[in-house]
């Protein structure tokens, strides 16, 4: 089984400061992915990055990055130069990359971009 | 395209009454599924499809029945709607070709049950 665990349930941050919101994961699996999505208050979800577990480099897409660290098991996001509209709830998730298996989800994190 | 689109967006249910929630992606999509949202426990699966014609459960599929008879459409059915099944429901579809590991999501359908 998968399990994804999100310790931070809100987080604030100064705007133009950069911020790492935490995951950590289990799984027995040896081939997974990792990834954040992005819940704004309008509801949608929003996809932000990908990390699969053999890959060499940490991912990284605009302003966003994810620090792998395998031995660990955790996938943190950092949000640099954060921005108002980044105030949203942020999910950390992964699936397992054999098979079918679905995204397991962790509970969330709400991220408040302070002026 | 219009990607994942869910059908209806609202709904207030009385307790014991049916209804079916519409799920349809326009990507040619192998795999979709059905979450349900609750504050404070992120997005749990409920059953899930990995191609026409086939279903799975989830970590919570009780009170719930689905049906993909057509490779587009998902369907997620309550039979008799309970207060506990209050919530945002999300339908997601993953294609297996290029960019497979990314997950599409609907808008969402807010159903509340009184």
């Known amino acids: 089984a998968q399990k994804i665990t999100q310790t931070q349930p809100g987080m604030f941050v100064q705007e133009k400061e950069a911020v790492t919101l935490d995951c950590t994961y289990d799984t027995s699996d040896p081939s997974y992915g990792l990834f954040w999505y992005k819940q704004p208050s309008s509801g949608e979800m929003i996809f932000l990055i990908y990390?699969?577990?053999?890959?060499?480099q940490n991912a990284t897409e605009g302003r966003y990055s994810l620090n792998f660290q395998k031995a660990r098991k955790s996938a943190n996001l950092v949000i640099s130069a954060s921005q108002l509209g980044d105030s949203a709830m942020y999910f950390c998730?992964?699936?397992?990359?054999?098979?079918?298996?679905?995204?397991?989800f962790g509970k969330g994190t709400r991220l408040s971009v302070i002026a | 395209n219009a990607g994942v689109t869910q059908t209806p967006k609202f709904r207030v249910l009385k307790t014991g009454q049916s209804m079916t929630l519409l799920c349809a992606q326009d990507m040619n999509h192998e795999y979709m599924y059905w979450y349900r949202q609750d504050p404070g426990m992120g997005l749990r699966l409920i059953h899930y499809s990995v191609g026409e014609g086939t279903t799975a459960k989830g970590e919570v599929p009780d009170g719930y029945n689905v049906s993909r008879l057509k490779k587009q459409n998902f369907l997620l059915g309550l039979e008799s709607a309970a207060p506990s099944q209050t919530s945002v429901y999300f339908c997601?579809?993953?294609?297996?070709?290029?960019?497979?590991?990314?997950?599409?999501f609907g808008p969402g359908t807010r159903l509340t049950v009184t």
């Open positions: 997601a579809s993953r294609g297996n070709r290029d960019r497979a590991y990314e997950q599409y």
């Open positions: 990390q699969g577990s053999y890959d060499q």
């Open positions: 998730a992964m699936r397992g990359r054999s098979g079918n298996t679905p995204l397991v």
